[in-house]
């Protein structure tokens, strides 16, 4: 098989954006609405929308990259991209946590104790 088998014939298209990144953006954008809503400190709201601004940059510029890289390479990096950038939400995410949240560990705590089974005895 040549290369030329696998190159697309023509460029990918750049007016549209692929399901995972609207996903990305979709994601990352809520979580800056939520630290909106939230009791945080400065400092964590401006880390939360930083790295929301530098997800959508990377996607921004993903989708745009086959102007100045071949279409197949382009293709790729889109293709790879959102699964790189799926640990952006939880670096958010970790913005929201500053101390246990005693009620809600209280409630789950006794709301698994009456269905799970016994723990077996070691010794």
């Known amino acids: 098989m040549r290369s030329d088998d696998f190159t697309p014939k023509h460029p990918p298209s750049t007016d549209?954006?692929?399901?995972?990144?609207?996903?990305?953006?979709?994601?990352?954008?809520?979580?800056?609405?939520?630290?909106?809503?939230?009791?945080?400190n400065r400092t964590r709201r401006l880390r939360v929308a930083l790295l929301a601004?530098?997800?959508?940059?990377?996607?921004?510029?993903a989708r745009f990259s086959a102007h100045w890289i071949s279409p197949l390479a382009s293709s790729i990096l889109r293709?790879?991209?959102?699964?790189?950038?799926?640990?952006?939400?939880?670096?958010?995410?970790?913005?929201?946590?500053?101390?246990?949240d005693l009620p809600s560990s209280t409630a789950f705590?006794?709301?698994g104790s009456e269905s799970s089974p016994p723990a077996p005895e070691l010794g």
């Open 79 to 100: 293709d790879w991209l959102p699964a790189a950038l799926m640990l952006v939400p939880y670096w958010q995410l970790g913005q929201f946590f500053t101390e246990p």
């Open 53 to 61: 601004f530098v997800a959508i940059a990377l996607i921004a510029a």
């Open 16 to 40: 549209s954006l692929r399901i995972a990144e609207c996903i990305q953006l979709v994601f990352v954008c809520l979580l800056v609405l939520a630290s909106r809503l939230r009791p945080l």
């Open 109 to 111: 705590s006794f709301a």
